[in-house]
């Protein structure tokens, strides 16, 4: 049924920026916050951002004042702007959508299909 485009993703030299993109290919009214995580191989899936539909919050503690998490509520869609990237910031980012508790625990959740980031010194 319902799917998550995300865009983005590509090489970028360690230092630098990118944006992520990601939309719902229609509206999910079952859900409060959208967001990312990402997974390097072998790695776990962490959280990287999410926010929710009244705008507050959430990043892991490895991009705290490096990425920003927007979105455009008129379009579904939300972003990571990610700044001062670092190879450990390698990875398959994937979106999320889902009910996000109040201690960020989520349930009906939707994902995309991910989009490498690849960071290079």
């Known amino acids: 049924q319902v799917q998550l485009v995300e865009s983005g993703g590509g090489l970028v030299q360690a230092g630098g920026s990118q944006r992520l993109s990601c939309a719902p290919s229609?509206?999910?009214?079952?859900?409060?916050?959208m967001g990312w995580y990402r997974q390097a191989p072998g790695k776990q899936r962490t959280l990287v951002a999410v926010?929710?539909?009244?705008?507050?919050?959430k990043y892991g503690d490895s991009v705290k004042g490096r990425f920003t998490i927007s979105r455009d509520a008129a379009k579904k869609t939300v972003y990571l702007q990610m700044t001062s990237l670092k190879p450990e910031d390698t990875a398959i980012y994937y979106c999320?959508?889902?009910?996000?508790?109040?201690?960020?625990?989520?349930?009906?959740?939707?994902w995309g299909q991910g989009t490498q980031v690849t960071v290079f010194t």
């Open positions: 999320h959508a889902g009910l996000y508790s109040p201690d960020w625990s989520t349930r009906n959740n939707y």
């Open positions: 926010i929710k539909n009244d705008g507050t919050t």
């Open positions: 229609r509206s999910i009214f079952t859900i409060n916050g």
